[in-house]
């Protein structure tokens, strides 16, 4: 059973910045690959970034340049660092693991929710213009 925990969601203005955390218990979490989605209230749920196993990163148009996801394998912890925010990032953001499929060694995954077996709770992030 893998179990997901989000922290450090909160409140900003515009322009601000956050850094989300996510412990992922399981004892061999370096062989998932790990994401942040996104839901706003009345919208679908959206990938927002992914890591793969090897630390290869992918992100949404919308966040490039701004977010950026990390990993620490040794704290089964994924991260994501989110500067200039906008109103438009607001929204309940997740954490989520898929098995995922391997390619050349790697574990790689993709932005959609689909491929993604394991979710966090979620942890609010709201941003003020």
């Known amino acids: 059973q893998v179990q997901l925990v989000e922290s450090g969601g909160g409140s900003v203005q515009s322009g601000g910045s956050l850094k989300l955390s996510c412990v992922v218990s399981t004892y061999h979490g370096s062989r998932y690959v790990l994401a942040w989605f996104r839901q706003a209230a009345g919208k679908e749920r959206e990938g927002v970034a992914t890591i793969d196993s090897n630390g290869g990163t992918e992100y949404a148009d919308s966040v490039k340049g701004r977010f950026t996801i990390s990993r620490d394998n040794r704290e089964n912890t994924v991260y994501l660092q989110m500067n200039s925010l906008k109103p438009e990032d607001t929204a309940m953001y997740y954490c989520?693991?898929?098995?995922?499929?391997?390619?050349?060694?790697?574990?790689?995954?993709?932005?959609?929710?689909?491929?993604?077996?394991?979710w966090g709770q979620g942890t609010q992030v709201t941003v003020s213009s």
């Open positions: 989520a693991a898929a098995s995922g499929k391997v390619v050349a060694g790697v574990v790689v995954g993709s932005l959609s929710p689909d491929e993604y077996g394991y």
